[in-house]
Each structure stands twice: as structure tokens, then as C-alpha cells.
Nanobody
Framework: LQLVESGGGLVQPGGSLRLSCAASEFVLDGGVILWFRQAPGKEREGVACIGKEGTSTYYGDAVQGRFTISTDNAKNTVYLQMNSLKPEDTGVYYC?????????????????????WGQGAQVTVSS
């Protein structure tokens, strides 16, 4: 399984971006996909999770209400729509996946031992 992120870039505070995570095979049928981010000098942080064939989602406290995770099964792609962006959202965003059928929860966002990772996409929020 390969994961490829795209859609990062530079945006002003209050703006929006949509990240994409294209999978080489369909993973949501019995698996979970997550988005993480890492800011310079900080630990990697769980952002959002989608699982149970798209019926289970969970968000980190810092992005709740501003970010939305979704899927396009026909394209084997998971999206992260990011609205009302803040400078503290700046970082490298990674998607990760595992072929285990789970509900998303705060626990899964704290894990880092996923088998499959993308290469990362830079998001910079600055005026």
C-alpha cells in the first residue's frame, strides 16, 4: 500500500486548503486512515481519523469544528478539508493507514505505529 499526499501550500490566516491522500488500493474497506501533522520543534500530533467504511470519524481538539475528513471511494482518496486556518496549523501533514477494522477515537490519534505512511505535505499559514 502506498499513500501520496497533495494539496499543501501557503495560505493566509482564515483561509482554507484541502489535502488529498491517494491510496494505491482501497483501505477503508476494513481499515482506517488518519491525518497527522508535525510543526517544527514539536511532536507529531493526531489531527483526524476515518474508519468503519467512512462511518466513524474523530478529530483532535485543536481542529474540531474547522477540519473535515472525508473519502472518495471511487478514487481511493481521503481528503482533509481545512477551514479557518490559523498560524498554529502550520506544519507537515502526513496521512497514515492500517488494515485493521476500528472505530476512530482519541486513543487512535495518540498512536504513531501505523504500518503505512505518506511522504508529507507542507502547510504554511502566514500573512
Amino acid at each position: 500500500l502506498q499513500l501520496v499526499e497533495s494539496g499543501g501550500g501557503l495560505v493566509q490566516p482564515g483561509g482554507s486548503l484541502r489535502l488529498s491522500c491517494a491510496a494505491s488500493e482501497f483501505v477503508l474497506d476494513g481499515g482506517v486512515i488518519l491525518w497527522f501533522r508535525q510543526a517544527p520543534g514539536k511532536e507529531r500530533e493526531g489531527v483526524a481519523c476515518i474508519g468503519k467504511e467512512g462511518t466513524s470519524t474523530y478529530y483532535g481538539d485543536a481542529v474540531q469544528g474547522r477540519f473535515t475528513i472525508s473519502t472518495d471511494n471511487a478514487k481511493n482518496t481521503v481528503y482533509l478539508q481545512m477551514n479557518s486556518l490559523k498560524p498554529e496549523d502550520t506544519g507537515v501533514y502526513y496521512c497514515a493507514a492500517e488494515n485493521v477494522d476500528r472505530y476512530c477515537s482519541d486513543w487512535i490519534l495518540t498512536r504513531s505505529d501505523f504500518e503505512f505512511w505518506g511522504q508529507g505535505a507542507q502547510v504554511t499559514v502566514s500573512s
